[in-house]
Every structure is written in C-alpha cells, then in structure tokens.
C-alpha cells in the first residue's frame, strides 16, 4: 500500500492526515486523482513553509481502495502520531463509517494535562464541495475555522469546483497556500500528543444518524490455504480465509475487497467478515444488524461441520442476507467437481417450505446444472444486484421492532452452536485449532 509523498513508512509521523470519501469510478475515469493531486499540491506547501527534514513525512492519505493486511494498522498509527487532521468536506464524508472512525479516533487524543478530546483547532477542514452549515453533523458545525478570508468562489462551491475549472487556477493555488499556511500554524499552536496505535476500525462513527441500511456485511465462507483438500489448488487462496481469490491464482487482490470497492460506488459502507464469525449476527432474526452478502466457496461444502452451519443459515433464511457462490468455469478443479458440489449446494441452501437461498439465483449452464457466478465481471454485476436488494429487504422488513415483554425471545443461533469447531473433515487435512480472524472488520 503506497500512502505517501517520497515514501512514507507506516511509523513516520505525518504532519496531517487528510481523510476523505473515496468516491466511485465514472466510466473509466476515476474522481479520487483530483484528490490525490491536491494532497500533493498540499504537502508541497506545507513543506515550503516549515523546516521539515526530507526523511520525514509531510502527510498522510489513504491512496488506494485496497484493505491487505496492513491497512488499518498503517491509518491507526497515522490517526495516533500525526499533529493536524484534516477533513475533505463533502455529504459521503458524513456517510462514510471509516471516516467517521477516523475522525473519532484522532478526537481520542489528550491535548495536555487536563485531558480531554483534542481542540477543535486541532481539525483544518477543507471545503471539497460546498456545503451549508445546517447540513454538517454536530462534530463538523462545531469546528473553529472561517473560511471568509478564501476566494468567494472556494466558499461557495468548494474547492473541485475550482480544479475542475481552469480560469481558477490561480485561486486554486491561493486555497491551497492559505491550507498549508493554517495547516502549520495548528501545527505549531496545538500540541496533540502521540499515542500508543488503537485500530481505527473499532472505534464508533463521530458522525450520528447513520442509517443501519447503509452498512454492509460482506462474510466469505471459504478456507485458508493450510486447510485445502488434497486436490485443492492452493494459489486461490490466502493465509486468511478472507483472502479467496476464485478468478485468479495468486491473486493480489481478494474478491471480498473487490467487493467492497464495488459496495462503496453503492453508497455503501462495507465491512469484511469470515462468514464462521458473522453468522450468527447475520441470522439474528430478533435483533437484525444490517444487510449482508455471503460469498460462499463451494468447495467447504465438503466439511460437514461447516455445511451444517450454511444449513441453518438457510433454515434461518434471514431476507435481508443475500448469497453469492462465485465458480470459475475456467478453472479445471471446479469443472470436474461442478455436478457434485452444485448438488451439494442446491440441498444445503434449499429449505422445504422456504424460499430458496439465495434470494440472487445464479445462472444456469445449458445443460442445466446450477453453474454459480463463473466469471469476474459477472461477479460484479451480480454482487451490486445482491447488495441492492439486501439493502432494499432490510429497509422493508428487517428493522429494528420495539421490543414487547411479553413476546419470547427466539433461540439464539450463536448459544446453540457456540464457538464453531474445527471440523473433523472428511476430506480435508487436519489443521491447526486457533481460529483466524484475519477477515474480522475491515472498511472502507
């Protein structure tokens, strides 16, 4: 993950940490570039004004969609050592969950002895678009910094409006150096301590009223690459179980983070989940937390202990989780095991009496054998579909009841299974006992 101007390593401390909403792709162009070119602009300033030696940091952002194995801890260790933090104004900033963790966690710091959040004038905002006061939440309205001494044209439409045109060149520049100038007063007039790192991603959201509809469960059923079957490839998957990459061997990328990025053009608010951790919040017909899509991996099918558990999800059948089962009919492994695990997973996820699961049907070959998702761009296509309509289902059905203390309460999946154990496989190698948690709660 590549976060910064002239190398920045994850223990620097970055003079500003710039968070913003990463925004979806238009066609084949992508938004985010402006505001990659205006945190370079920015950092170029802040170092013109201060004595900063060329080994350190000028600041931090967040560059890329992708969530490996370092990224909450690299933006935990930036939240809990940078001096100024510096917001991108703009309504997905207010929606975003990790922005609203972002925001709360650099709160978090003490500014001296007396303890306390950090002061407001910690915060340098910046108008990305403009914005009326009334729409900002609480945290945002009560932030200390005028922007009457900027261009009229900055206040008023924010500062993508002045990039996007080019006769405001020079009052973009003026934006950016008034920026920096402030950015370097905070920093010099508010000392924010270092702390030791929290990771962001377990904190809550600064930004209140943000609807449970918006947030996004993505739980991947699959294995770790220490857990295959003997006539498993294990250049489809990774050390985490979360890291299953059906569409490509050795892929960088897993197809959950590919997931997420596509949740986030939904206006989503997506988390990664191993499926064995989620499941019994995902089936919580009491207490419903919020859409989710499982991505299941046929393959597991073949652990009987693991099948039972899908098989409860489906007696459960909670609307408002959709299922995926992506299938690469490319790869020869799935081909030759397509009849017997495509049956397999057609008695597992169909309940008698119930509607099938899952509620996205996936096409059907010609010869009418139930082929799953067998392609990437199909995936993607199909994922957007089934998050919509989790989202729609929960809206409709799945939220929150008053609670009656005369109604009783339905069995809790999570007492009746408790910790899910490692299964005695029939095919599968024994492996270690310690679960893994790699995928637990990542955003973005």
């Known amino acids: ?25 238009v066609g084949s162009r992508n938004p985010n570039l402006r505001v990659a070119r205006f945190y370079q602009d920015l950092c170029e300033a802040v170092l013109q004004l201060t004595p ?56 978090q710091r003490s500014t001296g002895p007396s303890g306390g959040p950090a ?105 770790k690459d220490t857990e295959l079957p003997g006539n498993r490839d294990p250049a489809y998957y990774g050390a985490g179980r979360t890291d299953w990459q059906p569409y490509q061997r050795g892929a960088a990328t897993a197809l959950a983070e590919q997931a997420a990025q596509l949740a ?55 609307s408002w989780v959709t299922v995926i089962e992506p299938w690469n009919r490319d790869d020869p492994q799935c081909v030759a095991e397509n009849a017997v695990l495509a049956a397999l997973s057609d008695e597992v996820l169909r309940q008698r009496g119930r509607p099938a699961k899952p509620s996205f049907r996936p096409p059907v070959a010609d010869d009418g054998e139930w082929e799953g998702i067998p392609t990437a761009r199909e995936f993607g296509v199909a994922f957007q579909h089934a998050a919509f309509r989790a989202q729609k289902a929960f809206k409709e059905r799945a939220l929150p009841r008053p609670s009656s203390s005369t109604s009783r309460s339905r069995p809790r999946l999570r007492d009746a299974f408790g910790p899910v154990p490692r299964p005695a496989l029939g095919r599968l190698p024994e492996t270690e006992t310690d679960e893994d948690d790699n995928g637990g709660n990542h955003d973005v």
Not at 94 to 105: A, D, I, L
Not at 197 to 221: C, H, W
């Open 264 to 318: 986030r053009q939904c206006d989503l608010n997506p988390t990664i989940h191993e499926f064995d951790a989620a499941a019994g919040r995902l089936m919580d017909l009491d207490r419903p937390g919020g859409p989710g899509v499982v991505l299941v991996d046929r393959w597991v099918l073949y652990d009987p202990v693991r099948r039972e558990l899908v098989r409860e999800f489906a007696r459960r059948n909670p």
């Open 119 to 223: 002061l407001n004038s910690a915060i340098v905002p910046v108008l990305w678009v403009g914005m009326r006061e009334e729409a900002l939440p609480p945290v945002a309205g009560a932030v200390q910094f005028k922007h009457s001494s900027f261009p009229q044209e900055y206040v008023e439409d924010g500062l993508y409006a002045l990039m996007a045109q080019r006769h405001h060149r020079e009052k973009y520049e003026q934006v950016v150096y008034k920026l920096a100038r402030r950015i370097v007063e905070v920093a010099l007039e508010t000392v924010v301590p270092v702390v030791e790192p929290v990771d962001f991603t377990t904190n809550p959201s600064a930004f209140p009223g943000q609807s449970a509809a918006d947030q996004l469960t993505i739980a991947v059923l699959s294995f």
């Open 52 to 107: 900063l030696p060329t080994a350190d940091p000028v600041g931090f952002m967040d560059e890329t969609m992708h969530q490996g194995d370092n990224w909450a801890a690299m933006i935990s260790d930036a939240l809990a050592t940078c001096r100024v933090f510096v917001p991108l104004y703009h309504p997905r900033l207010f929606r975003s969950t990790p922005c609203g963790q972002e925001w709360y966690t650099f709160a």
């Open 1 to 25: 993950m590549n976060n910064a101007v002239g190398g920045q390593k994850a223990s620097a401390k970055p003079h500003f940490f710039l968070s913003y909403a990463h925004m979806p792709a």
